[in-house]
C-alpha cells in the first residue's frame, strides 16, 4: 500500500542517512517522521524499508543498494522530470565567458549536501527540512527557504568592483543580505544598494518541478516553497 512515488521518496531519504551513518538502518524515529510525511502507517514504512535493504529477496543484491546510495540526490526520477533539459551554460548564454565559469562553479558547489553536523549550528531540529539531503532542519519558514536556495541559488551577485579589480575570485553570492554586507566591508564609499545593482547577473536558476511528497508539478521556485511549506505544516 505504498506507492511508488512514496517508494522513491523513502529510497532518497534512505540514502541521505546512509551516507551519513554507513548502515542501512533508519532510527525508529526518522521512520515515524517518514510515515507522517507521507501520510501512511509506520509498519507499512518499516516493512518497506525492512523489505528493500535489510533484507531483501535473493533476486535483489546487495549491490543494487550500493549502486542506490552512489546516486545522486536530485534528478533520480528519470524521465518523470522534465526539466532534465536545464543546463547552466544554455539557460545563461547572455554571461561572458569568464562570469560563466565563475557562476557555474559556484553553483556546482553549492549543490553538494553538506555535512550533517554544521559545527556552526547547535541546533538541527524543527518540521522544516531540507529537500537536498543534507539533514538541515530549522523550525523557521524562512530560514528553510533560504537553505534550500543555498543548494539552488535562485539569483546571484557577481561584484563588480571586485571583478574589475582582483580578477581571479571576484565575490559571488546568491544572498542579497551577504553581498550588501560585502559592498559595506570592502567597498566603502559606494553605495552598497548601487553595487547591488550592477552587479546582478540575472542568472537564469534551474528547479526541480517535482514535488518530492506528492504529484504536483510547480511552476516556480516561488510555488515550490509554498507548496513544500505547506506539506510540513
Ligand atoms: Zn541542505
Ligand atoms: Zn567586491
Ligand atoms: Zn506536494
Excluded at 33 to 38: G, N, R, V
Excluded at 82 to 103: F, K, T
Aim: aromatic share 10%; with cysteine; charged share 30%.
Amino acid at each position: 500500500n505504498i506507492t511508488n512515488k512514496q517508494k522513491r521518496f523513502i529510497q532518497k531519504w534512505h540514502r541521505d542517512f546512509v551516507k551519513d551513518q554507513g548502515n542501512p538502518y533508519l532510527s525508529s524515529e526518522d521512520i515515524a517522521a517518514l510515515a507522517t510525511l507521507l501520510k501512511v502507517p509506520v509498519y507499512a514504512v518499516h516493512e518497506y524499508i525492512h523489505r528493500k535493504y535489510i533484507s531483501p529477496p535473493a533476486a535483489q543484491s546487495t549491490t543494487n543498494f550500493q549502486l542506490d546510495a552512489a546516486q545522486p540526490h536530485m534528478n533520480q526520477t528519470g524521465s518523470k522530470n522534465s526539466n532534465s533539459g536545464y543546463s547552466i551554460r544554455g539557460a545563461n548564454a547572455h554571461l561572458s565567458p569568464e562570469d560563466l565559469r565563475l557562476v557555474e562553479a559556484y553553483v556546482k558547489g553549492a549543490k553538494r549536501p553538506r555535512a550533517r553536523k554544521d559545527g556552526r549550528r547547535k541546533k538541527n531540529e524543527g518540521p522544516f527540512q531540507c529537500t537536498f539531503g543534507c539533514g538541515y532542519r530549522t523550525e523557521r519558514a524562512f530560514d528553510w527557504r533560504r537553505h534550500e536556495e543555498t543548494h539552488e541559488p535562485q539569483e546571484l551577485w557577481l561584484c563588480h568592483l571586485c571583478r574589475q579589480t582582483r580578477e581571479k575570485s571576484p565575490y559571488l553570492v546568491n544572498r542579497k543580505d551577504k553581498f550588501i554586507k560585502h559592498a559595506k566591508h570592502v567597498h566603502k564609499g559606494w553605495e552598497p544598494e548601487h553595487l547591488l545593482s550592477m552587479s546582478n547577473t540575472s542568472f537564469n536558476a534551474n528547479m526541480d518541478p517535482e514535488c518530492p511528497f506528492c504529484d504536483e508539478h510547480f511552476n516556480s521556485w516561488e510555488d515550490r516553497c509554498q507548496r513544500i511549506l505547506a506539506h510540513y505544516e
